[in-house]
C-alpha cells in the first residue's frame, strides 16, 4: 500500500478581533520565516465577515506564490497559512494547503503539519459514503470528517474536533479556520509542534516560535499535546480532548536535530542550545585530536561550535553553502546530480589542506549526500577526516511526518557503523548515541518519539504502511 502524504511542513494562524483589520500579510511574513519547513507549495487562505473566505495556494517558495496583489486579494482579520515540504511522493497543487470545503453555510479551511497512519482507512470510508476527494493529502480526509460531524451528528465545532480526533491515529498540528473562528490543535502526543503568541490584540499560532519573532509577536506558549484552542472575549479559551494526558509524550526528537530553526524554542527547549550541547556530547564521546573543527553548513554549525568550545580546537569554516540553490529541482543525471552537489557546497581548500579535521554533519539518511559531501573534502587534501553526526543511526523510517526514507534506502538500516565508515573511506566516523542525544535535547527520554533510531512507535503502524523519501537533488 502506497502511503498517504506526508506532511512535515510549517502551518500559521492569526485571529484579530478588529473585523476592519487584514492579516495576510502578517501570515506571510510567518510563512516565510518558516520556509524551511516546506519549499514545495505555499498557501494562505483569510476569513472577512462580509466577504467570507478566500484562498490561494501555489506550487514553489513563498515569494513565488504571493505577490503583494494575491496578499491584497486575501482580505480579512482571521487567516491561517501553510508551506508544504517535498518528498518524492507526489507533487501537485491540489496537495497544497490550505485545503478549503463547504461547511454549514459557511466554509472550513484546514493547514495540518504531520501525517495520520490510518487515514487510508479513513479516506475509504468517506469515500464508500460518497465522498469525492481532490487530493492525496490527509487534511482533506480531517476536513470531511469534520464536515461529516457536523451535518449527520449535529455537533458544534469543538466537539466535531473532539468526535475527529478519536479516530485519528498519527501526527497532527493543525490550524483550523470555520465561520469566521480560528482553531489550534495538537495531537494528544504532541508529535508536531504548535504554539501560540499575541501581537497587540491579535492571537497568532504558528509551528515554530521563529515566526513570532519576524513580526513581532510575543511568545504565550506551546499548545499543550491534546489542546483544542480559541479565541473568544479576547483570550485563549481551552478544551482539552478526552485522549489529553492519557498517552505517552512523543515530541520529535528530529526537530531539534535537523528540522526546526536553531532560532526556535519548542517545548520549553531552545533549538540552538540543544545543538551546541550536541556538539558538546559529540566531544564527550569522541574526544579527537584534530586541527580544526568544520560544520557542514547550516544545520550542523552550532554543534560545530559546541564541540569546539568543549574541546578547545578551533572551529573553522570549511564549507561555503551557495544559500541560492533550491531544493526542488531535478537533475536527471548523474553528472548533473554531481553538478548540484558543488553548486551548493564548496570547500575552501586553504582552510582544509594538510589539516586533521572533524567534520560534523547533523545527520546521515541515505548517506549520499555524506559521499557526495566526502568527496569534495577529500579533493581540498585534509591530512585526516573524522566525521561526526549529531543524530544516532537512522535505523527506520518515519511515519509521522518526516518522509526520512525506507527501510532499504537507509544507510544505517543496511550497514554497521564499520562498513559506513569503510564506504565513506575516513579516518573515523562516530554518531551520536541515544543517551547522549537524549541528554542534548533535555528532555526525559520516555516524552520524545525517536522511532526511527529504535522502531519504538508511539502508536501501531497499519501493516503494509509505505514510508517516503524526502526529496533533495
Ligand atoms: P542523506 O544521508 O543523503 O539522506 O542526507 C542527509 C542530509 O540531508 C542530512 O545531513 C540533513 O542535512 C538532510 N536531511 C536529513 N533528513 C532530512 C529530511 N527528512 N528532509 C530533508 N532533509 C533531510
Known sequence: MQGEMEDKCGIVGIHSKDDSKDVASLIYYCLYAL???GQESAGIASFNPTIGLNHYCGMGLITDVFS???IQSLPGHMAIGHVRYSTTGQSKLEN?????TDFGDGFIAMAHNGDIVNSGELRQELIDEGFYFKSDSDSEVICYMLKKEHYDNDKNVIDSIEAVCKKLVGSYA????VDGELYGVRDPMGIKPLAVAKRDDDFVLASETVAFDVINAEYIRDIVPGEIIYFENDEINSHMLESAGKCKLSHCMFEYVYFARPDSTIDGINVYETRMNIGKQLHELYPIDADVVI???DSSIPAAIGY?????IPYGEGLIKNRYVGRTFIMPTQEERELAVRLKLNPIKKAIKGKKIILIDDSIVRGTTSK??????KEAEPAEIHFLVGCPPVIAPCYYGVAMATKKELIAANYSIEEIQEQLNIDSLGYITLPALVKAIGMPEENLCMGCLNEDYPTEIPEGLEAETYYKP
Open 372 to 377: 557526495q559531501l566526502l568527496d569534495l573534502v
Open 96 to 100: 497544497s494547503q490550505p485545503f478549503v
Open 35 to 37: 520556509q524551511h519547513r
Open 174 to 177: 493543525l490550524t483550523i479556520l
Open 295 to 297: 560544520p557542514v553548513p
Open 308 to 312: 569546539s568550545r568543549a574541546s578547545g
Open 68 to 70: 503583494n496583489e494575491r
